[in-house]
């Protein structure tokens, strides 16, 4: 089993979409999340950390599960710039060793 | 964005040839990564450091050695580049203090082994 699993989509929808990204984790001892993403042909950016109590900044909210070891990203009103791989992440657990484990992303391609 | 750069951008080597790839940055982050990307693997930990001469082993470390001589510093070497070493490599730093170990990236390295 993979430690973090993400549906490698594509996701494809029309621009002003909601659209919704999960990913599980299999370390419960994980204490850190975060989404990035990545755009084609670029290095990864961090998009925003995930914080127990959900958080939101702007069209994109995270959500956090631990009970179930389950990750969200939820964006709204999606536009053709949102068009990239969104990669979840969370940490290594284990020495202050500030390691993180990366899906392999979820593909969106958001069309006109 | 963070200041990281990564020399050099792009190289196409030989099987057999020794490879040095380097991660430059400004930031005076304590810890420094090196990943490779493949498709269907996601990003994979080659080798990592933590200060100084200090380094570890990821979980892709076979056929790759690292050296960190400065804080500013990581050099990946491939010692006998392979084809299967073909791949986009990335350099990340990080300054993990309490639970925040968010990492930021360079624009990456795509080596080709022919």
């Known amino acids: 089993r993979k430690e973090v699993e993400q549906d490698p989509g594509p996701f494809n929808v029309p621009e002003g979409a909601t659209v919704a990204f999960n990913c599980t984790y299999s370390?419960?001892?994980?204490?850190?999340f975060f989404w990035y993403r990545q755009d084609c042909r670029k290095e990864p950016k961090l998009l925003m950390s995930?914080?127990?109590s959900g958080n939101e900044d702007g069209r994109f909210t995270a959500q956090l599960n631990r009970a179930s070891q389950y990750i969200s990203l939820l964006i709204r009103d999606s536009k053709l710039s949102d068009s990239a791989t969104y990669l979840c992440?969370?940490?290594?657990?284990?020495?202050?060793?500030?390691?993180?484990?990366f899906g392999q992303g979820t593909t969106l391609q958001v069309k006109p | 964005d963070a200041g990281i750069t990564q020399s050099p951008r792009h190289k196409v080597t030989e099987t057999g040839t020794p490879v040095t790839l380097r991660c430059h940055q400004t930031?005076?982050?304590?810890?420094m990564y090196w990943y490779r990307q493949d498709p269907g693997h996601g990003l994979r930990l080659i080798h990592y450091?933590?200060?100084?001469?200090?380094?570890d082993k990821g979980e892709v470390s076979d056929g790759y050695s690292v050296s960190r001589s400065k804080t500013e510093d990581f050099l990946l070497t491939l010692e006998s580049a392979t084809s299967s070493q073909t791949s986009v490599y990335f350099c990340?730093?990080?300054?993990?203090?309490?639970?925040?170990?968010?990492?930021?990236f360079g624009p990456g390295t795509r080596l080709t082994v022919l």
């Open positions: 990340a730093i990080s300054n993990p203090q309490g639970a925040s170990d968010t990492q930021y």
């Open positions: 370390n419960s001892a994980s204490q850190s």
């Open positions: 995930v914080y127990s």
């Open positions: 992440v969370v940490n290594s657990p284990g020495g202050n060793t500030g390691k993180l484990i």
């Open positions: 930031e005076n982050h304590r810890y």
């Open positions: 450091s933590y200060g100084v001469k200090d380094t």
